[in-house]
């Protein structure tokens, strides 16, 4: 959620930059925010006032009550019952006022880092790099991976629509070994990196949705528990992230890395098409991702840092990847800067995303209320950031499909020793 005096402080800039995401009238939301704001300021001011008043008036009538004076003191009593039916209405106005700025506060999202481009979707995203060798496959041995999966057995995705439905499979044999193998090096890695593990709970509640930014701009995109008012993590960014909700930390504290793995559930409403077929868009799906609590000065260097991270990943993965800046108009609504990380899938002839690395400035701690100590004794807000280090599925999927032989599927060297075999067959 952004802050009203940042936006007060830089009105030109956030209109600017909220024009990148294509977000319609800025001046006059933005507007409307410093209205509100200064209204529930003057509201709490007059309501300030009258309750000094009051103060004032309780000791008058303790003079006038001790000096025998009772026929004045009840006069001076009547005011005091004014003032409180006065002080009621302006609490209730103080406090409609402050819901409606909050409310759409909620609606605005976060203020584009200045080297986000403009644009409306991945077709206007910049490419930043790309790295390593883009398999060529026979034709003999080019099937995509829902193909491999059924080949040899290591997928079940009917088995999926009979237990629960579409977009939840089933991994068997060498294909669960696989889902396990990947998530123990992924943990493996970031503990290498000075990532503590954390195994946080797959269901939040509506306070730690808001407090991430899930609610209310993703509440479709999630399953909801409705008996016990409880969501299905879509990340474990959300969970991890809101064990520092409310938090006042100290600066050589800083940073705070986590990392968990957990499976993840999203809703992917009106999804379709050849490009989710198989591995590439699930309902449920396992998940391994970084976070960092960070010092404002040090949170872009640390983007950096978790995006060389996951890079390092898929060049020990050997699987060709590209990374993307994302533009105003694909990135997600609490984000200031994201970069994306794609494989190349041989067999799809396509890059698959894999990876969201992302800096959301103060944006998720306001809502938080994540705060820490400076040097100089003042509470500041933290900035936070998240990655995916990484998403199962498609990183399966490019690994099943590049390295795809007449003998069978080849794994990739630093998979053996989790896995206890180098090729599927």
């Keep these: 959620m952004l802050q009203v005096n940042e936006i007060r402080a830089n009105f030109a800039h956030a209109c600017e930059r909220l024009r990148a995401r294509n977000f319609e009238n800025p001046e006059e939301l933005l507007g409307n925010v410093i209205r509100l704001e200064d209204l529930r300021k003057q509201i709490q001011l007059d ?18 009550m001790k000096a025998g004076n009772k026929e004045e003191a009840e006069k001076v009593k009547l005011r005091t019952t004014e003032i409180k039916t006065q002080v009621k209405s302006l609490e209730d106005s103080y406090t409609q006022t402050e819901t409606e700025l909050t409310q759409i506060l909620y609606t605005i999202p976060n203020i584009p880092h200045a080297s986000v481009p403009a644009g409306k979707s991945s077709e206007d995203n910049e490419i930043v790099l790309e790295k390593g060798e883009i398999p060529q496959l026979e034709a ?37 070994k696989m889902q ?61 992230t809101n064990m520092y909700r409310d938090v006042i930390l100290q600066e050589d504290e800083l940073p ?58 898929l060049q020990k993965l050997e699987l060709p990847y590209r990374v993307l ?5 694909d990135m997600g609504f609490t984000s200031a800067l994201t970069f994306d990380m794609e494989v190349y899938s041989a067999a799809q002839e396509r890059w698959l995303e894999v990876s969201s690395v992302s800096n959301f400035e103060t944006y998720q701690s306001n809502r938080l209320k994540l ?3 400076n040097k100089d004794k003042k509470t ?15 990183i399966m999927a490019a690994i099943l499909e590049n390295n795809q032989t007449a003998e069978g599927i080849k794994m990739p060297k630093v998979l053996v020793p989790y896995l206890g075999f180098d090729t599927i067959d």
């Design 180 to 240: 396990r193998a990947l998530i123990n090096f992924f943990l493996d890695e970031a503990a290498k990196a000075g990532y503590t593990e954390v195994q946080p709970p797959i269901l939040i509640n509506e306070e730690s949705g808001y407090a991430t930014g899930q609610l209310p701009d993703k509440e479709g995109q999630m399953y909801f528990a409705g008996e016990d008012g409880l969501y299905l993590i879509p990340t474990a960014e959300v969970p991890i």
């Design 47 to 64: 309501r300030d006032t009258l309750q000094a008043e009051s103060n004032t008036i309780s000791k008058q009538i303790g003079q006038l």
């Design 371 to 373: 705060r820490f100590k």
């Design 140 to 176: 003999e041995n080019k099937s995509p991976h829902w193909e491999l999966i059924k080949k040899y057995d290591i997928v079940d995705f009917e088995l999926g629509v009979k237990i629960a439905g579409a977009g939840f499979p089933v991994y068997k044999g060498k294909g669960a």
């Design 325 to 329: 800046r994302l533009c105003g108009g």
């Design 256 to 313: 705070k890395k986590n990392t968990g793995y957990t499976p993840c559930f999203r809703r992917e409403a009106g999804s379709w098409g050849a490009h989710v077929r198989g591995l590439n868009r699930l309902h449920q799906f396992d998940k391994v991702e970084i976070v960092q609590v960070t010092h404002p000065d040090n949170s872009y260097k640390t983007l950096d840092e978790m995006s060389l991270h996951v890079q390092g990943l």
């Design 380 to 394: 500041v807000l933290a900035h936070t950031l998240n990655g995916s280090a990484l998403a199962l599925p498609r």
